[in-house]
């Protein structure tokens, strides 16, 4: 049978989906992870303990396992991952973007470099050091800004300034937020920051697939709440859009040539950008599908059979492994999620209004991630989120309405 190798991080939302994928494939699934797993012992040919971190370690690792148990793939689910999943498959001589391009995705000001020696469109930038004096930043920056760690993802660290003070502040709490890090992740990328051109307009996120060097577009989703700072917390996203058919294919020209220009080549990829009547611009550009358990609501049409019961994780194990993806089609009904904004800092003491979320009509389900007892921390200094709600309708109005009023119900008390 065939192998994928999939390198994620324990706790991902994403493993149990990959592993229905490639068991609804036929196709064995081998966990690679930093944790030991106690199963190991019992199904060492399911999960591989190996150090993301130390890619002469993980890639010698990954071939002497390879020896024993033949790899037909290997896929990184997270931005840690994706480096040492393209360093493995080079080893194993299996489909893979060069590590070059994935370290462009995963570091911001890398990233900007490249996109800029294409004319990719993309907010101004400059490079700056968390050891920068205040005035070295005063002098590169211009109002209204950006600030945002270049190794740090999900809008952690990211603050919107209008002023010196703002910035000053925004730099110490960035500082903070580094000091915080675990080891693999300090050094000199920890310290380097961006300060970047804010740019208003509409949002969007999409996502798709690198095959043969050009983009096969999956999904395209709106963002209906306004995102102007001084905080980025992403909450809602729909799909299909609502916008122009024009402006559609303009977004995914831009996402297509980005990733050109960063010299990805295969694989999933997930896209932000924004747009106003001067252009279309973008954020960022990720080698990996969209994160936590946002990937539950999309469904596809399996052409063989006429259903729609293929899912995101599918796709993207079909297209490690070489299997046609292009006639895959998003079903047609309007779908969203919502990203449950953290309520404020402390203590989740109690939880209500999930049965009451769940009966709400058109929301498909509510899922509460966080446990009572555990500290919630909100953006930028945060990276969790304590839920997802989920919703299905005939129109995306219809899934956005649902999805406000089913959060309007559920209540965090704090302590």
Do not use: W
Not at 250 to 267: D, H, P, R, W, Y
Not at 354 to 364: G, H, L, S
């Amino acid at each position: 049978m065939r192998r994928i190798l999939l390198l994620i991080p324990a706790t991902s939302y994403r493993a149990t989906a990959f592993v229905e994928a490639a068991r609804a494939m036929g196709v064995e699934i081998t966990v690679g992870s930093n944790h030991k797993s106690t199963l190991a012992a019992m199904n060492p040919a399911g999960f591989l303990s190996l150090d993301i971190h130390n890619l002469p370690q993980a890639v010698e690792t990954a071939r002497s396992f390879a020896k024993k148990y033949p790899v037909d793939a290997v896929i990184g689910v997270d931005d840690q991952s994706v480096i040492a999943a393209s360093a493995i498959a080079e080893e194993l001589n299996l489909n893979h973007n060069t590590i070059i391009s994935v370290t462009a995705a995963r570091n911001k000001y890398i990233m900007r470099e490249f996109l800029s020696q294409h004319n990719i469109p993309q907010p101004a930038y400059r490079k700056a050091s968390l050891n920068d004096d205040k005035e070295k930043l005063n002098e590169i920056t211009t109002y209204p800004a950006v600030v945002k760690p270049v190794a740090l993802s999900g809008s952690r660290g990211v603050v919107k300034v209008t002023n010196r003070q703002e910035l000053h502040e925004a730099v110490s709490l960035i500082r903070n937020i580094i000091s915080t890090l675990v080891a693999h992740e300090k050094g000199q990328e920890a310290k380097t920051i961006l300060i970047e051109e804010y740019i208003d307009g509409d949002e969007v996120a999409v996502d798709g697939l690198l095959i043969d060097e050009k983009l096969h577009p999956l999904v395209l989703f709106d963002k209906p709440e306004p995102l102007r700072g001084p905080f980025f917390e992403e909450t809602m996203y729909t799909t299909p859009s609502r916008h122009s058919t024009k402006i559609q294919s303009e977004i995914f020209e831009v996402v297509k040539n980005a990733a050109q220009a960063m010299g990805l080549m295969t694989g999933p990829v997930h896209a932000e950008l924004r747009f106003n009547e001067t252009g279309i611009y973008l954020i960022e550009l990720a080698a990996r599908s969209i994160g936590g358990y946002c990937a539950q609501i999309l469904r596809f049409e399996d052409p063989a059979t006429g259903t729609t019961n293929s899912t995101l994780e599918e796709l993207i194990v079909r297209d490690a492994l070489d299997e046609p993806v292009y006639s895959y089609r998003r079903e047609k009904d309007a779908v969203g999620v919502m990203m449950l904004p953290v309520p404020g800092r402390g203590i989740v003491r109690k939880i209500y209004g999930k049965q009451e979320a769940k009966q709400v009509p058109c929301i498909t389900d509510v899922v509460i991630t966080v446990r009572e007892g555990e500290e919630l921390i909100p953006l930028p200094e945060g990276g969790k989120y304590p839920g997802f709600i989920f919703s299905r309708a005939k129109r995306p109005v219809e899934v956005e309405r649902a999805l406000r009023k089913a959060h309007s119900l559920l209540k965090f008390e704090m302590g």
